[in-house]
């Protein structure tokens, strides 16, 4: 049994489809079980709810202890950013296409009240921290909770780099660009970049290559202690960027340092006590599926 929860907040990306009607069955539902609830201001905005108080978002945390989020992956890598700095522990109910982070359908919100009764799995995921310096300045900074990845410009070009682990001389590289993920991230983008797939309770962070311009050019893990360096070559001919979630794009010139390392606070996301990482695995990322004569 986990600590219950008395307090709600509630975020969504309302323009999603499905998630506007979502969210109303999700506000009633709560108020007949008496919970109090709060709906982060831009979400009631779009749903012109009147009879819930609003919280803007820097706020949710001084007066909820479980933030609600109704969307995809997408909607909840929001939500964790702001929840993060508010120690908040974050729900999602899946109104996306893969959901692989956010578990209860729209069906199923009869799981809220167990999850609420303190009948969960709670589970720590650790986010990486970047910063960009250049000629001795700070020139961006960002957190990732699935991946940092250092990505062509507009104009597609080869980027040439090096990379450092705890000051280490790991190799340098000519390629499309790099993936630096999480566990969590290790099933979003990297994976589509042929990088392995890692549990989410492992202390490891995966480094994948994109299209390198190599035949030896391999992912690796490496423990999730460990201080990665990215130098961009200064002969490199053009500025990549730096993207941390798909978010902001940081650009990085020639002769950047890019360091990425883990961060001392954790997001805390709370599953269903029916919740199976291998069973989402499977149902969908369609992975380990049972072969029909074995069925």
């Not at 589970?123 to 970047?130: A, D, M, V």
């Not at 597609?156 to 790991?170: A, R």
């Not at 991230?185 to 480094?207: E, R």
């Not at 291998?278 to 072969?291: A, D, F, I, M, P």
Request: contains cysteine; proline residues 5%; hydrophobic residues 40%.
């Amino acid at each position: 049994m986990g600590n219950t929860f008395k307090s709600l907040g509630i975020i969504g990306r309302v323009k999603n489809t499905g998630v506007k009607e979502t969210l109303k069955t999700l506000i009633a539902y709560l108020l007949k079980l008496n919970i109090q609830i709060y709906i982060e201001e831009e979400t009631a905005d779009a749903l012109n709810e009147a009879n819930v108080p609003l919280l803007a978002r820097d706020q949710l945390g001084n007066h909820c202890d479980l933030l609600v989020v109704v969307g995809g992956d997408g909607s909840l890598l929001h939500a964790a950013h702001i929840a993060i700095h508010q120690n908040l522990p974050v729900l999602g109910i899946n109104r996306g296409s893969l959901g692989f982070l956010t578990d209860i359908l729209p069906t199923e919100l009869s799981d809220i009240e167990a999850i609420l009764q303190g009948k969960y799995i709670l589970e720590k995921r650790f986010l990486l921290t970047t910063s960009i310096d250049f000629q001795g300045q700070k020139i961006g900074q960002d957190d990732a909770l699935n991946e940092a990845a250092l990505i062509p410009d507009a104009v597609p070009h080869m980027i040439q780099f090096e990379i450092y682990i705890d000051d280490q001389f790991v190799c340098s590289q000519s390629s499309d660009g790099l993936i630096i993920a999480t566990p969590t991230g290790s099933t979003a983008y990297a994976l589509s970049g042929g990088g392995p797939i890692l549990h989410p309770q492992l202390d490891a962070i995966v480094l994948v290559p994109m299209f390198p311009h190599s035949l030896n050019s391999r992912p690796i893990v490496v423990e999730g202690n460990r201080q990665i360096n990215v130098i961009i070559s200064p002969h490199n001919l053009t500025s990549p960027r730096l993207s941390c979630d798909g978010r902001a794009y940081i650009t990085t010139p020639p002769g950047s340092l890019i360091t990425i390392q883990k961060k001392s606070h954790q997001l805390n996301l709370i599953h269903p006590i029916s919740y199976n990482y291998y069973k989402s695995l499977r149902s969908k990322l369609h992975w380990g599926k049972k072969l029909k004569y074995m069925e």
